[in-house]
């Protein structure tokens, strides 16, 4: 996905530390193939239809975000409720560096919780 590889020296989580925590799951794990690394969480490779509404936020600078916007994309083609957020200029875990971050008149989430 294309933001493992935009981000993969960013800040706080790059893919030398994610290779590292799925090394603890995975021996020798390959990172070649973002689809279907083999510790994806299950969910996302069965039925998702049964899951309650969801709200995914991800942050722009993150390797991850494409994973969270794709999980979002498959949420909705099952029919379930899903909104994606992109948090623009944040990085991974960004929601608990309150000191780092820009503060925020209203999280995003709170209308899509009401």
Known sequence: MPSFTENAAAPILDTEVIEAFLSWYVPEPDLSDHITLPATPAPANGDLSGLPPAFVRTAAHDPLRDHGARYAELLN??????????????????????????????????????
């Open 77 to 114: 083609a099952a029919g379930v409720a899903a909104q994606w957020c992109n948090e623009l200029n944040m990085v991974h875990g960004y929601v608990n560096l309150r000191w780092w971050c820009p503060p925020r008149p209203r999280p995003p989430a709170a209308g899509w919780l009401r």
